[in-house]
């Protein structure tokens, strides 16, 4: 590697820096709404068609949300302007790390390592057709 | 003045490097103000700003592992003598370089073993011009220049080859935008276009794993491979499984290592896992895209008579 490819080097990452702010500065994300249990119910029917949801419980700051599936958690996480899903087994959802109004749930994996939700209370005690936080 | 057949005269990724600068600044500004159809998020385009810095990187660190064959099988086994001075050559390489992209990067998608580095290009959910400067870090270390041997076989220069290489590349710059929604019929007939390739980076069932086209649609409509893009059913980008990071690092290598801990897991099933496709697993728990196709097509039937009915 010569000494034309460090300026060239510089140069490129000094331009992405720029483009980033560019990029910043025209706020033209997608516009994303907070999740409510409506838009919930339908990414997760996106996300997981073969899945019935048995219960949803949305994040207070609309960010993600968590449902039951059988013996399945479906978890659907904000990243950005979009989201991005996974499922895990019910019981790992259950056993997840919940503090100070936060569910810290570990994905185990490597592209999604985890997801928060934050919740009044966690777990729930009981599970029936309406319920919905 | 007989060019040089191994080292190319010029890289045309490096002269349309201010192309690509300027074009994504007057995609973002026209967007701003409401002149095209674009978006962009910043930590998005960092990582795909970052992600095409970063291959240009590793290019110069890995880059002659390919290099090295490709120059080693034109030298001691070519078939055919191809002079770079003949323009009968040129447009024998155009189509010989543009159908070896065809499949290879049709390989790409439908062998983990490529996957896991050409994932990197489809992990953004948008899709504009900094998406297209997404590149893979990892695409010299798992062979997926090996189809270009090919062409050094048949007598392709390694220079005339990388600078065709280069035109294919700049070329498949322009397709990654909204801001463009159909070109003329005969264009879309015959060329890659925005429209094509926003088809590619669909995650939508029908979308997945079409349009592999590099410069010319007609391989796909050639090899059944062909989706035109749908007006009722609008495109929605990344992975079947979308990243839910924008650390750069869990980015370029994360299918690298999802990999090797289904190979570590589950060792008698290694070849599977590395040559099967992408989804694929010995006890069927996860889903291919032919399995998502299929799961899609037979739902949509149902969801059409259900239409009907009401």
Known sequence: MDEAFFVQLAASAAAVAVLVGIAAWAKIARPVGPLDEHKARALLAEEFPARAVDAVWISSDGAGALAKSGGLALVICRVGDGFAARQIPWPQAVSATFRNGRLSIDLSDIAAPRAVIALPAWPPKSFNGDLAA | ?310
């Open chain 2, 1 to 310: 003045m007989i060019p040089d057949p191994i080292h190319a005269a010029f890289d045309p990724v490096a002269y349309a490097t201010p192309f690509f600068i300027l074009t994504v600044i007057l995609e973002i500004v026209l967007a701003r103000f409401g002149k095209a159809d674009a978006r962009y998020e910043a930590r998005d385009t960092a990582v795909s700003l970052g992600m095409g810095l970063g291959s240009s990187v590793a290019g110069v660190l890995f880059g002659a592992l390919g290099f090295t064959a490709v120059v080693w099988v034109w030298q001691n086994h070519r078939i055919f003598d191809i002079p770079m001075t003949a323009w009968w050559a040129w447009i024998a390489v155009f189509l010989a370089e543009d159908l070896t992209y065809y499949w290879f990067h049709r390989l790409s998608h439908e062998r983990r073993v490529w996957w896991l580095s050409h994932v990197n290009h489809h992990s953004s959910q948008h899709y504009n011009l900094s998406t297209a400067l997404r590149q893979t870090w990892t695409g010299a270390l798992n062979g997926s220049w090996a189809l270009y041997v090919i062409l050094s076989l048949l007598g392709f220069p390694p220079a005339m080859v990388a600078i065709q290489k280069g035109v294919s590349l700049v070329y498949q710059y322009w397709i990654h935008t909204e801001a463009i929604r159909r070109m003329p019929a005969w264009f879309e007939a015959v060329f890659n276009t925005p429209s094509h390739h926003r088809v590619h980076h669909a995650r939508n069932p029908v979308y997945l794993d079409r349009n592999y086209a590099g410069i010319l649609i007609v391989w796909d409509r050639l090899f059944g491979t062909f989706q035109p893009e749908l007006d009722d059913e609008p495109c929605r980008y990344g992975l079947v499984k979308n990243l839910a990071t924008f650390n750069i690092v869990r980015v370029a290598f994360h299918e690298w290592i999802a990999t090797a801990q289904d190979i570590v897991r589950h060792p008698r099933h290694a070849l599977g896992y590395l040559f099967g496709p992408p989804g694929w697993s010995h006890d069927g728990s996860r889903e291919t895209s032919a399995m998502i196709k299929a799961r899609a097509a037979e739902a949509k039937p149902a969801t059409e008579r259900l239409d009907a009915a009401a």
